[in-house]
C-alpha cells in the first residue's frame, strides 16, 4: 500500500453525560461520606474506570446484600429494578441512584405501557444489568426480544396491544431491523414516545461509519462487557474497515494488526475516559501513525446534574453542577 501512515480519530467518541454524571457519583460520595462507598455492579462498564474508582475507596458488589446496613450505597448508571430498591431499603442502606436518566425514561415508559396493558417487546440482550433493570420494572409485560432473528419467533397475546422499546446501548441499525421485522408480524405495534437509543451511542456509531469506509483498520477503546463498545467494532466492520480491534489498553493493541495498514481509525465507548484513547494515539505514533485528523459527525452538550442525594453539599447548600455532553448534529 503506498500513502503516508494516519489516523482518522473519530469525534464524538469516550465518555457521555451518562457515565459522566456516575463516576462523578461515586467521587462526590467518597468525598462526602468518606471510604468505603458501596457501588451495586460496575458503575460503568469500563475496568480502568473502575480499578480507580476502587483505589479511591469504592467497593463494588453484585448485589445489596452484600453491603454492610447502613451503608451508603450507588446504583449504577445501567438502572436497577425496584426489586433492587426495596431491597437496599429493607437492609436501611443509603442509596444514591447514579442511574443515567436516558435510562430512567425508559423505565418509565415501561411502567407507563405495562399500566395501559401493554406487552412490552424489549429489544435488547437478556443478561444486561439495564434490560434486567427495565424488565424489573414490569415483568409480567415484558419479554426480550434479543436479535432480529428472535423477531421472528415471539409470541404475544394480542397483537393490537404491543409496544417496543430497546436497551440504550444498541446498534442502530440492528434495532430498528428487528422493529421492522416485528412489525411485519405485528402492524400495530406502537412505537415508543421518543428513540430509545441514547444520544451518545447514535453519535458515536455515526462517526465510526464515516471513518470505517476510509480505515484498514479500525481500534475501538472499550472494556468488553461494554455493549456499546462492541457495537462499534460490529458498525466498523459493516460499513468497510478491513479489520476491528476493541482493547481497554494501548499496549494490547498487537503489531500484526498494522502489517500492511496505512490508515488506522480510532474511537472510544460512551464509558471511556479520554486519557485511554491517548495513550493509543501515543502508541500508534511510536509505530509511524503521526499524522492525526478528527473526524467530526456531531457536536454534544447535553448537561445532566448530580443525582438528587448529593445535590446539597455537607453545609446544606444545593450543589447544581451539571455535567456531560449532547448531540447536536
Known sequence: MAGAKRVLLASPRGYCAGVDRAVIAVEKALERYGAPVY????????????TELEAKGAIFVEEVDEVPSGAHVVFSAHGVSPAVVNAASDRGLQAIDATCPLVTKVHREAVRFARDDFEILLIGHDGHEEVEGTAGEAPDHVTVVNSPDEADRVEVKDPSKVVWLSQTTLSVDETMETVRRLRERFPELHDPPSDDICYATQNRQVAIKKVAKDADLVIVVGSANSSNSVRLVEVAL????????????????????????????????????????????????????????????????????????????????????ALGGRSRA
Do not use: C
Open 39 to 50: 457501588v451495586r455492579k460496575q458503575i460503568v462498564h469500563n475496568i480502568h474506570v473502575v
Open 238 to 321: 459493516e460499513y468497510g474497515a478491513q479489520a476491528a480491534y476493541r482493547v481497554d489498553y494501548a499496549h494490547e493493541i498487537q503489531q500484526s494488526w498494522l502489517d500492511g495498514v496505512v490508515t488506522v481509525g480510532v474511537t472510544s465507548g460512551a464509558s471511556v475516559p479520554e486519557v485511554l484513547v491517548q495513550e493509543v494515539l501515543a502508541e500508534l505514533s511510536g509505530a509511524g501513525y503521526r499524522d492525526v485528523e478528527e473526524v467530526r459527525t456531531a457536536e454534544e452538550d447535553l448537561m445532566f446534574s448530580l443525582p438528587k442525594e448529593l445535590r446539597q453539599d455537607s453545609s446544606g447548600r444545593r450543589d447544581e453542577r
